[in-house]
């Protein structure tokens, strides 16, 4: 359906309006809505294919890095998944109306604290079409509208899926401004977006560390925070050598252009002579340079000399760095400085070891013995994800359909008055 309001903030107001309808729908007609648009994803998957490729040649001729260029990808089976995701999403139960307290009043009185929709969700990133039709899901099962800034990168892509949305919408008889797009706006409808104060109640930035920074500094909308992802795995003493090998590889390279792939392992002095040099050579036959430190380049050969930058740096692509640390202090302490809050790892046989990492680590997902590449809303069993949250307000770790909802009392009386 073609959008027709001719500025960001009337496509934004409209969103407003959307929103109210869209809060009351039952559980019923919102799942009704969600199989409509996996219906209509599918059927637009050649002209989603399509603009994708075109999407695809201009970023290749603007230099897109590969990393993005990956996210940015849509062939027929991604097509296919993004539209299984929705179907996902609209089996998940209903986040609205859920009772999350209860009491009576001594007077009589009696409170019920419910989750209700936010209204209209926000979100800017680059270069993720999934990006486009998970949120959009997201939104509209939990009782929202949505305004999406996909940038320049995935401009068509983005533009094929929304109408499409758009259109399911329409043919259930629910508005379809409930789904906009500022795109077409550039970087002043992100600026917009940013200011819409009032309009848009949340908004969801997903990409580099560059734009989420700036959204976070720049927006006067209650901003969620995802964050990048310098990921790591420490292989303790007690590490099994196929459990390390197998974890390590798989976190780093079963999609390495994702925030939860593994970035900086960390390996225990008391077990680096065996597992250094076949973890290394794991990587190395699939493709990974290893950035390591000077006991890791003893061990292994084929190592680039790492830098102090390589502990901080989020690759997304086929590169990791290794260092080896005295004990679990040194690794904790190493996590502590250069981590960005997403997800960590530890691979271990020795329960104390593995609680303790538990309990210290301080990120929005910590594992024990379990490939990072878990961090994930759908693993999860969310259907999709908004993001994965790396602040400590409201939502943190991958975000679902609760986390796009907010809460309000409802009180009931019999004409009390206070005292």
């Known amino acids: 359906m073609t959008i027709t309001a001719t500025t960001a903030r009337e496509r934004m107001l409209l969103a407003k309006e959307a929103a109210r309808t869209v809060g ?18 599918e059927a637009a998957a050649p002209e989603v294919v399509a603009a994708n490729a075109e999407d695809l040649r201009r970023g290749r001729e603007t230099g897109l890095s590969e990393a993005l260029q990956d996210r940015l990808r849509l062939d027929e ?55 486009t039709v998970d949120i959009a899901a997201l939104a509209l099962r939990s009782g929202n509208a949505v305004v999406l800034r996909g940038g320049t990168a995935a401009e068509r892509t983005n533009s094929a899926l929304v109408r499409a949305m758009r259109e399911a919408l329409a043919s259930r008889g629910i508005d379809p401004e409930a789904i906009q797009t500022v795109d077409e706006f550039g970087r002043e409808g992100a600026r917009e977006l940013m200011h819409a104060r009032g309009i848009v109640d949340v908004l969801v930035p997903r990409g580099s560390a560059q734009l989420i920074e700036t959204v976070v500094a720049e927006s006067s909308v209650p901003v969620i925070e995802t964050g990048a992802g310098v ?29 939860n792939a593994v970035e900086t392992v960390l390996v225990h002095r008391g077990a680096a002579e065996r597992l250094v040099g076949p973890v290394v050579t794991a990587l190395q036959e699939r493709g990974v340079t290893v950035h390591g430190d000077g006991a890791v380049q003893e061990l292994a050969a084929g190592v680039t000399p790492a830098t102090d930058a390589d502990w901080a740096t989020e690759y ?18 190493h996590i502590r400085r250069y981590s960005t809050h997403h997800t960590e790892s530890i691979v271990t046989r020795d329960a104390t070891s593995e609680e303790r990492f538990l309990a210290e680590v301080d990120s929005a997902v910590v594992m024990a013995n379990a490939s990072t590449r878990f961090t994930d809303g ?32 409802l009180a009931r009386g019999a004409g009390q008055v206070r005292a």
């Open 77 to 131: 089976p991604r097509v296919a998944a993004l539209a299984t995701a929705v179907r996902e999403i609209a089996a998940l139960p209903d986040p609205v109306g859920r009772v999350l307290d209860e009491r009576t009043l001594a007077n009589g009185v009696s409170l019920t604290k419910v989750a209700v929709p936010f209204g209209v969700v926000g979100s800017i990133y680059e270069a993720r079409p999934n990006v």
């Open 316 to 333: 997304l692509s086929l590169d990791i760095a290794m260092r080896v640390v005295d004990d679990l202090d040194d690794a904790l302490a």
């Open 231 to 259: 990921v790591h795995i420490v292989l303790d003493e007690s590490a099994p050598l196929e459990w390390a090998r197998d974890i390590v590889v798989n976190a780093k390279v079963q999609r390495p252009s994702v925030c």
């Open 24 to 41: 009351l729908l039952g559980d019923g007609a919102k799942r009704d809505a969600l199989l409509a648009i996996a219906e209509a994803i």
């Open 378 to 409: 759908g693993e999860f069993g969310f259907g999709a994800e908004v993001g994965i949250s790396t602040q400590k307000l409201h939502a943190r770790g991958p975000m679902g359909l609760a986390e796009l909802t907010s809460s309000k009392w």
